[in-house]
């Protein structure tokens, strides 16, 4: 890689940037020295294109395959990620393999099989007010010998909210836009994961806010797998329940993604290699040019001549554009993806393949004597290629995950000492659940919890107009422990009896 003086102006912005440290100012303007190892994130933070790709490799040097940087590397030196370096003209990695035990400890422990469920779920249970009265109820049972005490309530919960998971494509709205339940603000767009839009729905703030009565009965009812219609601000109108696949803007949608565009490049080259000359596959975040991407050069294809028209991310692999065209992206046609043709590379003749990540849309063109590609129909190769992608995507469906803080004064209706609680649910001697299906405890301070919600009874979750959000939650521990951190022995009954009763709270 070499710097145009003329064009830059000494911004830093690569040297700060670089991953091995290649790049420093001299004399105001930015340097390249032989550390380089050709991973062009210069040229891709230069915000005044003042990189020339202009690649000349060091002696010895070897092009790293291991992801679609595909670093030069020269001897001695270290590949843009810090896992490969060159030695005695092999690629090696700089960590060996790490075994199990050598971590372990840093793994942390694992709840004993007898903790990991409870002896009865909170549903049903009633809750636990003034808080410093006993749980409603503190149930004592034998497991293999030893003495398990269970401890549940339905616990009010204003430190709470609903983490929905949409899997589509298509655009739903601008990250940080306000989701809208009845006409009321209740949560935000967040970032999208893989194949899926986030939503973040709840939370103590939005609870405690002007519209904390919307928010909390949007959570429970989504929690519960109750149809919700939610309307995203400046974006699209959704129908969800938890379970079912969504429907925006009034279609329902059928397939989520099988990848991304790169992704998809891999998981069918075989079929793409056969499908067309060129194949492009249209997405949101990585469109792929499957000639250009690692999976058509190592099957032994020659990079065309097509430029796309998104900024290119690495050899084949370019950033989309969100909207509410073809793969998620702005593009209403799809053939609007190639900025131009270089028909040296790609003669007349040749024919482009365009299809979605789902196979849900894709079109065939072939190029023209003059050098513009004119529609054509799918060949058998091509609707096939198609074909696969469509048959390996999953259906599409809502699923939510329930976060709730149960850190706060309901521990007191645990045990007398509520910090106890907290430091045995951190070391997996005690165990939380929420209606007996396992959770996540968050790390740090506190006891902050995430529940699959399809894993809880339907109806489990409901609200008060403090307003909070209301989840059954047990702990289960050995009697020893739940003892040692002052838990309220007098009002352990054993589980045996039919109608195990509530504690007397008022006596």
């Known amino acids: 890689m070499k710097i145009d003086l003329e064009l830059c102006n000494g911004c830093g912005l690569c040297v700060r940037d ?25 040229l891709k933070v230069c915000p005044r294109e003042a990189v020339i790709d202009e690649v000349t490799p060091l002696p010895g040097s070897v092009a790293c395959d291991h992801c679609p940087v595909a670093c030069t590397i020269a001897p001695g030196l270290t590949g843009a990620c810090g896992r490969y370096a060159l030695e005695d003209g092999e690629l090696k990695r700089t960590r060996p393999l790490m075994p199990l035990a050598e971590v372990i400890d840093l793994i942390g422990p694992e709840p004993e099989p007898i903790l990991e469920r409870p002896t009865v779920t909170a549903i049903g249970a009633g809750g636990t007010y003034p808080d410093y009265v006993p749980a409603p109820y503190i149930l004592s049972h034998e497991r293999e010998g030893v003495e398990v005490v269970t401890v549940v309530t339905e616990v009010p919960l204003s430190y709470s909210g609903l983490k929905l998971k949409i899997d589509t494509d298509l655009e739903v709205g601008a990250e940080g836009a306000e989701v809208k339940f009845e006409g009321r603000a209740v949560g935000m767009v967040e970032t999208e994961e893989y194949g899926s839009k986030m939503l973040a729905i709840g939370g103590v703030n939005r609870l405690t806010g002007k519209n904390g009565f919307a928010a909390a009965r949007a959570v429970a009812a989504l929690a519960n797998r109750e149809a919700l219609k939610l309307k995203v601000k400046g974006g699209a109108k959704l129908e969800v329940r938890v379970g079912q696949p969504p429907v925006i803007d009034g279609a329902r949608v059928e397939k989520m993604r099988v990848g991304c565009g790169s992704a998809s490049a891999g998981l069918f080259a075989p079929f793409f290699k056969e499908a067309a000359d060129e194949v492009i596959v249209l997405d949101a975040h990585i469109t792929s040019l499957f000639s250009h991407h690692a999976a058509g050069r190592c099957l032994g294809l020659t990079p065309g001549g097509l430029e796309l028209c998104f900024p290119r991310s690495t050899p084949g692999r370019y950033f989309g554009t969100h909207g509410k065209g073809w793969g998620g992206t702005g593009l209403e046609n799809p053939l609007d993806i190639v900025a131009s043709v270089d028909t040296g590379k790609t003669a007349p003749g040749s024919t482009l393949l365009i299809t979605e990540t789902t196979g849900q849309n894709a079109a065939m063109f072939v190029l023209g004597d003059e050098g513009k590609f004119q529609p054509t129909e799918l060949s058998p190769a091509a609707q096939a290629a198609v074909a696969a992608i469509a048959e390996t995507c999953q259906e599409s469906r809502v699923s939510a995950v329930y976060v709730g803080g149960a850190g706060g004064s309901a521990r007191a209706g645990v045990a007398r000492y509520p910090l106890r609680l907290t430091r045995a649910v951190h070391a997996a001697q005690a165990v939380i659940t929420c209606g007996g299906a396992p959770v ?40 020893s422990d739940y003892e040692a951190m002052g838990g309220h022995m007098n009002a352990v009954k054993p589980f045996e009896a039919k109608e195990p009763l509530p504690w007397n709270r008022c006596k």
Do not use: N, S
């Open 440 to 479: 996540f405890v968050l790390p740090g301070g506190g006891i902050t919890f995430m529940v699959d919600v399809e894993r809880v009874l339907p109806g489990a979750f409901t609200w008060v107009p403090t307003p909070a959000t209301v989840a059954p939650v047990e702990y289960t521990m050995r009697l």
């Open 18 to 42: 670089c991953p091995v440290a290649a790049v420093h100012l001299q004399d105001k303007k930015a340097a390249i020295d032989q550390t380089c190892v050709e991973c062009r994130t210069c």
